[in-house]
């Protein structure tokens, strides 16, 4: 099997592109995210390694705006994701050159997926290590739409999904727990998703909320309040749990 | 879609090279070596003139409350010489858009089919219709990238998409404008007083096919180059249809009927003696 992991054009005997899989593992090392579609809100949440003291928190923005109504956020490899973002920009802007329109949610997924595909197909070249979740509201129907691409190339469209670290478990407590939401519901679901694996508090997480408005990142002190406010309702649950028993 | 800049380097083509960066996958333009000599614009315009056969033909489409009007004529002519009384300048780009010919006949059926196949790779792609602005847009942008050798392309784009009726007028130098109101053409001006006229949001569609009739008439009455049957098509919500073909020499006979003269005195036979 070491034999096929070298070039990256050739499939093993068993039918395998190692370097993709190997792109994959990246992306589970990356930090954690976390996409939740609502019926006029979408939202993105990210994992915020904790601040290295001396570094300038507002340079590393991790959930970023492709065009007006598009967002992504990703995990994995972030210098690679820093050159698919400014493709993908590019691509934003030169569609709404040459149609006269906006892009849609699906065709900007299919440009990255697309641009991740062809570095699986190209001699000497490796693929980018990250997967994406892309958000943002269709502009001619208003239907809002939440998007998953990965190394490998492929991409779909999503009520929930996570990915990076953990993003398994996170995953399993959104099919669990996933509802049609809006507005600040669809915002608390996202965030307590965050938190099973997460250290809790504000300044662990970066949270970006897209409505048809544009996108608005919240600040610290925003989060903290909707985080206490999860704590809080979870706690009742407990208690409420806790307090039927006690009678039998 | 990147943006295919090759256009740009027309005047300039003897060196070749074009920036990789910006044509990469993506097919360039061809160019070709331009001699060298001392009047380059003149050189251009004669060789146009050359290569142009005159824009004899009467093309005009408007925009009114239900939907988009096109008409043209059908005259083909070479110099003083009428080469064909059935040309059909309206070409059906794809069932809910339609283009106008006027200029070099091969070059605007090309292009109009090539815009054709755009369209529907755009639909397949994108699982929506292009839009009018989108579809114009497209014929634009390759139109401007063969700029200076030689095309001659005056066309209209009329549709009907999410937006409305759509109307472009697009050119073979590369301009594009968005209007309510076009005639392309020797006989245009022709067709311009009758339409100006005339024109009025509020007509029903037979009205206005009426109008696009009388003004295609009209400029093929006066204009030499502008003949033979008057096509009129409607664009609606539902696409085209062809309303109709009426010859203008037959027109000319129901607009202006021929008075039986008066008699004053009537010829008889002799008796024979």
């Given at each position: 099997m070491a034999r096929y992991d070298r070039a990256i054009t050739v499939f093993s005997p068993d039918g395998h592109l190692f370097q993709v899989e190997y792109a994959l593992e990246a992306v589970r090392k990356g930090n954690a995210a976390v996409g939740v579609r609502g019926t006029d809100t979408i939202v993105l949440g990210v994992e915020k390694k904790s601040t290295v003291k001396l570094q300038d928190s507002r340079s590393v923005r991790k959930i970023v705006t492709l065009d007006d109504h598009i967002a992504l956020a990703c995990a994995g490899l972030k210098a690679d994701a820093r050159v698919l973002i400014n493709r993908a920009r590019i691509e934003c802007q030169s569609h709404r050159l040459t149609v006269e329109d906006p892009v849609t949610v699906e065709y900007i997924t299919r440009y990255i997926a697309g641009l991740q595909q062809k570095y699986t197909q190209s001699g000497g070249v490796r693929p980018f290590g990250l997967s994406t979740l892309i958000v943002g509201f269709d502009p001619y129907t208003g239907v809002p739409a939440l998007y998953q691409t990965d190394p490998s190339g492929t991409f779909s469209a999503w009520k929930a999904n996570a990915t990076g670290r953990n993003s398994n478990s996170m995953r399993e407590f959104l099919e669990k727990n996933y509802k049609e939401t809006s507005g600040q519901e669809t915002v608390k679901l996202a965030i307590r998703a965050l938190l099973e694996v997460v250290e809790s508090g504000g300044k662990n997480i970066e949270v970006g909320v897209m409505t048809k408005e544009g996108l608005k990142q919240l600040e610290e002190d925003e989060i903290d309040t909707i985080v206490a406010e999860i704590e809080a309702e979870k706690a009742a649950a407990e208690a409420a749990k806790k307090a039927p028993s006690k009678q039998t | 879609m990147k943006l295919n800049f090759s256009g740009l380097e027309s005047s300039a083509p003897l060196y070749g090279g074009s920036n990789e960066l910006l044509c990469d996958g993506f097919s360039a333009a061809p160019s070709f070596d331009l001699p060298v000599t001392s009047d380059f614009d003149g050189f251009q315009k004669n060789s146009i003139q050359m290569v142009k056969?005159?824009?004899?033909t009467t093309t005009l489409a408007f925009i009114f409350k239900e939907g988009v009007m096109v008409a043209a004529d059908s005259r083909a002519s070479m110099g003083g010489y009428i080469?064909?009384?059935?040309?059909?300048?309206?070409?059906?780009?794809?069932?809910?858009m339609l283009g106008t010919m006027a200029g070099g006949a091969a070059d605007c059926q090309f292009w109009h089919r090539n815009l054709g196949i755009k369209c529907r790779l755009h639909e397949l792609a994108n699982k929506r219709r292009i839009s009018v602005t989108g579809a114009s847009k497209l014929l634009a942008n390759i139109l401007y990238s063969y700029r200076g050798m030689g095309l001659s392309v005056g066309t209209m784009i009329a549709g009907w998409d999410e937006k409305g009726p759509g109307l472009y007028y697009v050119d073979s130098e590369g301009g594009r404008l968005k209007g309510t109101k076009f005639s392309v053409g020797s006989g245009s001006p022709y067709a311009y007083g009758v339409l100006d006229s005339g024109y009025k949001y509020d007509l029903t569609v037979d009205e206005a096919a009426e109008l696009a009739r009388r003004a295609i008439y009209h400029a093929t009455f006066r204009d030499g180059a502008s003949g033979g049957v008057a096509s009129v098509y409607h664009v609606g919500p539902n696409g085209w249809t062809k309303l109709s073909g009426d010859d203008v020499g037959e027109l000319h006979y129901s607009y202006y009927p021929v008075e039986p003269a008066v008699v004053e005195q009537e010829m008889t036979e002799a008796v024979a003696a």
């Open positions: - | 056969p005159a824009k004899g080469s064909s009384q059935s040309v059909k300048k309206i070409i059906e780009i794809n069932p809910y």
